[in-house]
């Protein structure tokens, strides 16, 4: 029976506001610091597109505006109490709250993540299992190396290839759109290929070291199959740090949703980073940094309880 | 130039055919005989959708209300530019006066950056109105609208006017359009093919061979303003020379470019107008593909070929920046310019570092474009902003007189003598005129381009 | 291409090991050597194709693959393998530049964590961690807007995204150390802390670092590709992979092998390196 300590719940809690914290000041030292220019860009783009020219007084007077005219400190404090209280502020580009733009696109993303996570977490468990469990050396060694072809092929590319045989050729897929289940299969099976091989490599490596342990070679002894054994005992101790990397994965997925987005024109947080980066939309940017690292925190303290619950071992000491 | 969605009107509209400014809002104006005055009679009986009344009132307060945005409203804040009164003597008729003679005043009335927002849309702020929380009096009412994703037009039943410009009068036929904002090229064909999309604009130059036939067509229009050119810095010392900016003209291979990345709805550019603007005169034989003249242009400018086969005079290299923000098209020239020995730098930037660098002056080249139905764009470029350096008295006075003058044979002169001053000199030179080219599938009818080239929706159905 | 050449040292003794694991393992081998022959495209591109690389013949456009050109043409008549034969120097240089900045400023940081404790430990490994809390890509691109775009922004983006692995392995292996030391220090000769962290942690730190540097390298090539890809790379004409991809990408109706055989370069060469950096792991050193 374990017992709630406070302390360390209110350390963990302490450090995924420190996190938050610290990606919001990083991301405004390096966008607010940095020259950038997101006010002559955005009038540019409304008056005429990149080739237009435009007037500078126009860009002084929206400068005032948005408070970029303010100095550094100000704009800094201003900006943290509006963000304590969830508000970041309106984006450059579009005029609209940016904590709106991105809680609108957040399900497309979400849903995009999750749809590839179903297929990564069966595909990154099916494999090494699949090569503990064989006993042809040539079967296991093609699934071996796997993975680590699923890790090299850049995303992007992927799902350009996807694309071109499964929409283009064999007009399988369509090649774009946010509506249906159908138009989410490419998209999703491109973000989930490389997560699959990220998983596989971890759960791989570590089911290889605990077939090796000295229970294993027990459970041998005492007559026990090859496929009751990964099951029985490998898998369960090697899904530890399995689970560990899903978590890790799962922020990444974000990050790959970005690019994948892009190519396949889905709607979602991607889109918008995007476009906030060509338009540097500065407090979009801000809001999405702050975001991701709100999403990782938020996964870590899960998956940080969840642990116990999977490795007898924790829920013991 | 993306679809004009028929959600607002305008005072006036032009034909896109003629160029030629006819009723919209307004059925009939009076222009002053020294063009600084504008009086506009307005139509009886229009409604925005909210039910409101359309008056002069509402008229003065749009005009009124983009002066004072003034900053932020680029556009049609120079539309407005030396305004000194809004005068609205009955709620049927607008009187607008300038400073100076302003004849592009009328063209500008029937610009989407003008046009007339319900009393409502603009008690709300700039910003509402960007994330689309706008009422006007057009034949679509805006259902919804999510930046970078969607616009959700839906019909307004009880439409009644149309302008000038229409095929028909009353209720638009379609009953609701669904604009997706896909910004790929190869999914903007993809999903018209696959059926996803009934038509598409922007379509990529080398996908458009997909909609010949097959259930698909395509349709283009010429974007009327200034074309695809490079904006000669003549504040630098070289480019100084008549003759190298000459060399780099006729260097160019326009036709090779528009075979190359483009397809034969895009033109090669023969004035520093596009064949669509009003006003525009053919000096294409100005414009010729000559790499001989041009190598004996630069000889006779004292530059010689060195051993790297660019140029040099007096121990300086004939290398010349030029700065963008979108590519390809230059690449191509790039390699034309090496061909007679002028070594063309790409300086790709960020769209908001090319401000600066404009300013500064701190560049020789810069490609741009100016999209606008009337002639006037070439005063915004020469005049209202210095990018080209260029101080002729001769083309000063040719784009005054244009601004000055109500006879149309007077203006039509003026605007040809601009013309013709900035490509005989090249102090721009054009290269290719843009076009907006629709994809559309058999089933779509009647859709139509404005004079500014954007997509409308009023006159379309589906079969 | 530091890393290669400071590799060298440590991996020397062991090159007999490593030679006999190369005749017995058949794709290190082939990893080796598409890894020599791409830095080799990188350093003489001249030597692999005659053919200009920002020169085409605008009447042979967006031809597909034949014995005069390997890998096709593109939009505008340009050999496309010479593209990608002169677009490694681009890619591997960002690459480079990435690992190696990331590599030196992690090493410093680890150091100054690790070699001073206290409040400075805590203050730099909290701000490593939220360094590792934002999705690397995420990161990159905000950066990217900041500084600019450009290979070298690109480069540096990436470098501040992979820093805090570097700086975590440097800390462990000083903590090490410096643990050590104190046991020293109590026998005397305090005074020369300084010098012993030195002497000690390097050597001990290289194996770890350069390993952790071998396996970074894949990586880092795919993130800098998604940025080349995202627009945010080298100016046109230059061509990086990422940026023949994209460009390639909106051909992809009228001219598949613009973006399938920039894409494949780009797979297999991270394919090689992630293979010679394991095998470098398992002998370059115990794992931390």
Redesign the interface.
Known sequence: MTVLDAGPLARRLA?AL??LW??FT??FI??YL????????M????????????????????RV?YGFDQPVWRQYLTLLGRAVHGDFG??VQ???SVSH?VT?ALPQTVGLAGAALLIAVPLGVALPVLSACSRHRAVSRLVD?LP??G???????LG??L??LL??HW?VF?????TGIRSIVLPALTLSLPTAAVIAQVLGRSLRSSLGSAYVELAKAKGASRSWIVFRHALRNASLPAVTVAGLVG??L???A??IE????R?GLG??????????DLPV?LG??VL??AI??VTSLVIESVYPLLDPRIRRS | MGPNLGVLETLTAQDPATGKVGPGLASSWTISPDATSFTFHLYDGVTFSDGSPFTADIVKANFENIQKLGPTASNSGAYLAGLTSITAPDQRTVTVAFAKPNIQFLQATSAPALSILSTGSLAGTAADRCTGKIVGTGPFILSSYIPHQNIVLSKRPDYKLAPSTAQHTGAAYLDKIDIRIVSDVTTRTGSLLSGQLDATNAVAPQDEARFDGNGFSVISRTLPGVVLSLYVNEKKTILQDQNVRLAIQKAINRADIVSTLYSPHYKPATSVLSSTTPGYTDFSSQLTYDPITAKRLLDSAGWTVGPDGIRVRGGQKLALDVIFGQPQSLELVQQQLKQVGIQLNLRQLQISQIQPQLVAGNYDLFLGNSSRADPDVLRTLFKQFAIVGSDSPALTAALSKQAESLDPAARQQAVTDAQKIVVSNAHVVPITEFAQVVGQSSKVNGLSFAANSSVRFYDAWLS | MNEYASAAVPVRRRALRVGGGLVRAPGLTLSGLLLALVLAWALVPGRFTSQDPLLGVTADRLRPPSGRHPFGTDYLGRDLYSRVVHGAAPSLKATAVAVAVALVAGAVIGTIAGYLGGWIDTALMRVMDVLLAIPGLLLALALVSAIGFGVIHVAIAVAIVSVAGFARVMRAEVLVVRNAMFIDAARGGGARRGRILLTHVVPNAVGPLLALAALDIGSVLLTVSALSFLGFGAAPPAAEWGQLIASGQTYLYAAWWLTTFPGLTIALVVLATNRVARALEATAGPSW
Not at chain 1, 151 to 157: L, N, R
Not at chain 1, 262 to 265: K, M, S, Y
């Open positions: 450090q420190f996190v610290g990606a990083g991301a390096a966008l940095l020259p950038s220019d997101p006010v002559t860009l009038l540019a783009q409304r008056a005429d597109g990149p080739s237009a020219v435009i007037d500078p007084r126009q860009a002084a007077a929206i505006e309106t984006s579009t005029r609209e733009l609108g190396s680590a072809v890790v090299s092929i850049p995303s992007f590319w350009i290839l694309l071109q929409s283009f007009v369509p090649a774009t759109g946010n922020g990444n974000l990050g790959g970005v690019v892009t190519v396949f024109a709607n889109q918008i980073t995007v476009n906030a980066v060509t338009n540097e940017l999405l940094v991701a690292a990782f925190v």
